[in-house]
């Protein structure tokens, strides 16, 4: 695999001004590879170590993609347990800092 810019992805500025102030430079395996595929539409299921970067992964296209609509809902992402829904919308805020998404952990 090339080594591949968060740049050539397909993100939005706004995610990748997020992402940049994260510190990131290169995404990582499971992000160049599920990128691409989700801001194409299509499902994927992803499987990768802990802090290889998975919900940036799947966030970063779904915040990409979001065109915001006063009072509806857009995304919904389920977690197992309340500590993984509040971890992946802490993160999923970094990624959105840039945007005018709002985010709400529900629990």
């Known amino acids: 695999m090339e080594n591949k810019k ?3 992805l397909g993100l939005k500025e706004s995610i ?3 992402i ?26 992803g499987q990768a170590q802990t802090g290889t970067g998975k919900t940036l992964a799947f966030g970063a296209p779904i915040l990409s993609s979001l065109v915001r609509a006063e009072g509806k ?7 197992p347990t309340r ?7 802490d993160e999923l805020n970094r990624i ?11 629990f």
């Open 96 to 106: 959105a800092k840039h945007t005018n998404v709002r985010l709400l952990p529900v």
């Open 73 to 79: 809902i857009n995304s919904i992402i389920l977690a």
């Open 20 to 45: 940049d102030d994260m510190g990131f430079e290169e995404p990582s395996k499971i992000q160049a590879e599920v990128i691409p595929v989700l801001l194409a539409g299509h499902d994927v299921i």
């Open 83 to 89: 500590e993984l829904a509040i971890q992946v919308n």
């Open 6 to 8: 968060f740049y050539d």
């Open 16 to 18: 990748l001004k997020a």
